[in-house]
């Protein structure tokens, strides 16, 4: 289904997106099994209608808000972003979405609001991944405030112009453009302010594996595989890598976030 | 079963065993030709080719106890050929990772085995399971008598070395490298002599 009236955004990269067919058949969404093809296989049962969103926590004005009034409650911008997951592949992806800024300001965040968590649907019957302990369900994910507020992050409501296919997260997602694509939380069902740190699912279960920050950065390796080159999805068997970026070359709009900041330690 | 008809087996069955354990690398090739090995075909090549390794590694181990279960003798002239398919699936793994995952950056290749305990064991097991393949020839098996036997015995601790490799890869679902394990501790066990009239020396 299309989504009517999207805006360009200066926010976009000009790199070459990923083929419609990679980005919405390679993914990993543990929800619905942990090989890159089950999602896409497993997703139908994900139902995306009706589907609200429960906002409390540190906020004057804590409340519900369902995806028809989010579609047509914000302007929906395409934003074109490089995606970096953990595992050394990357995509480029032409999402559908709207700065995630935007919707917490309605709930009126209060001052002790110093962190945003988010939570996915935990519900086997559709979910049947969650039917196996392989995480600690539901998938949890939090982001500084400051970080929640800045305009690369949106929450995407689709991509290549139409509503989000079930397996990339439909029909509500995080996007964080600067950071390895777990923290960009699917299938939202649940956002709170809190004033400590919240808990985040990979960071919980291998703390020195995942940080809480988990921005992408060349120079802190995954105790298990380099972190300084890439694979580019779609580019074939003889590409080779490319060199990995420093916030996956969004430096210049987030690197001030972390100012002061021993990013080996909060990696 | 009389000795010729168990030569017929064994003449018939050689290339049938040969052309089955080429099928996956067929099958890989085929993928990769009609472009439907997906959007990271390097990763499924590292993936399926390591696979192999492991599930042939384990075919192999299968064949005494399966003998000795049966009474079948001839299966053992199968093992020396099984044993080599799970070298050659290894080398397409190692050539893989070097060649199409690394680029021959010698640098990352030795950091990587250096660093990451996984990559040091896969690698060890690697180097391991060449000197097993060089002396499967008839030759060194009679050259090296009854040493032969103890060095073929180090494919028990390739094949540990083989699973931790896999357990020690996977992020959260380990559902897989443990079957594998289960499977390989099984054909371990049924090794251990302590069964009365086991006392032969299974290999």
């Known amino acids: 289904e299309a989504i009517p009236n999207l805006k360009p955004s200066p926010l976009s990269t000009d790199e070459p997106p990923t083929s419609f067919k990679d980005v919405s058949r390679y993914n990993n969404f543990y929800e619905f099994g942990t090989e890159k093809y089950d999602p896409s296989t497993n997703a139908q049962t994900l139902r995306t209608r009706p589907w609200t969103v429960a906002v409390d926590g540190e906020c004057e004005s804590p409340g519900e808000i369902g995806i028809e009034d989010i579609l047509t409650g914000f302007t929906q911008e395409e934003r074109i972003y490089r995606l970096r997951c953990v595992e050394a592949w990357a995509m480029v992806v032409p999402w559908v979405g709207f700065p995630l800024g935007d919707l917490l300001q309605r709930f009126k965040p209060t001052s002790k609001a110093r962190y945003v968590a988010f939570e996915t649907l935990h519900d086997p019957e559709q979910m049947p991944g969650q039917r196996r302990a392989v995480l600690d369900w539901p998938y949890r994910e939090g982001l500084r405030m400051d970080e929640a507020m800045h305009p690369l992050t949106i929450l995407a409501t689709g991509l290549y112009g139409e509503l989000l296919p079930n397996q990339n997260g439909a029909p509500l997602r995080l996007v964080v453009p600067w950071k390895y694509g777990f923290k960009s939380i699917k299938s939202i069902v649940r956002i709170r302010f809190t004033e400590q740190e919240p808990p985040a699912t990979w960071n919980r279960m291998q703390p020195n594996e995942y940080g809480f920050y988990a921005n992408v950065n060349p120079e802190v390796d995954h105790p298990r595989w380099s972190q300084k080159r890439h694979r580019v999805i779609g580019e074939g068997l003889f590409a080779g890598k490319r060199e990995t970026l420093p916030f996956n070359g969004y430096a210049d709009q987030v690197a001030s976030l972390y100012s002061g900041m021993d990013l080996r330690r909060f990696f | ?203």
């Not at chain 2, 090739?29 to 599930?55: F, Q, S, Y």
């Not at chain 2, 064949?63 to 049966?70: E, F, G, K, S, W």
């Open chain 2, 1 to 203: 079963m009389t000795p010729s008809r168990t030569e017929t087996l064994v003449r018939v069955g050689k290339p049938l065993v040969f052309l089955l354990c080429l099928a996956p690398m067929g099958h890989l090739l085929w993928r990769v030709v009609m472009e439907t090995i997906g959007a990271n075909p390097v990763e499924t090549l590292i993936h399926a080719t390591g696979d192999w390794t492991l599930r042939l590694l384990l075919i192999t181990l299968a064949v005494t106890p399966l003998r000795r279960l049966t009474g079948q003798v001839w299966l053992i002239r199968f093992r020396r050929q099984l044993g080599l398919f799970a070298f050659f699936y290894a080398c397409l793994h190692l050539t893989a990772y070097l060649w199409l995952d690394q680029f021959f950056d010698w640098r990352a290749i030795i950091e990587d085995i250096v660093k990451r305990p996984y990559i040091t064991v896969g690698f060890a097991a690697f180097v391991l399971l060449i000197p097993l393949a060089v002396t499967s020839t008839r030759g060194w098996t009679r050259r090296l008598g009854r040493r032969w036997k103890t060095l073929h015995r180090v494919v028990y601790f390739i094949a540990i070395l083989g699973v931790v490799h896999y357990l020690w890869l996977v992020k959260a679902d380990r559902f897989e490298p443990i079957l594998y394990g289960v499977i390989l501790a099984g054909l371990l066990a049924f090794r251990i002599p302590w069964r009365k009239g086991n006392q032969s020396g299974v290999n």
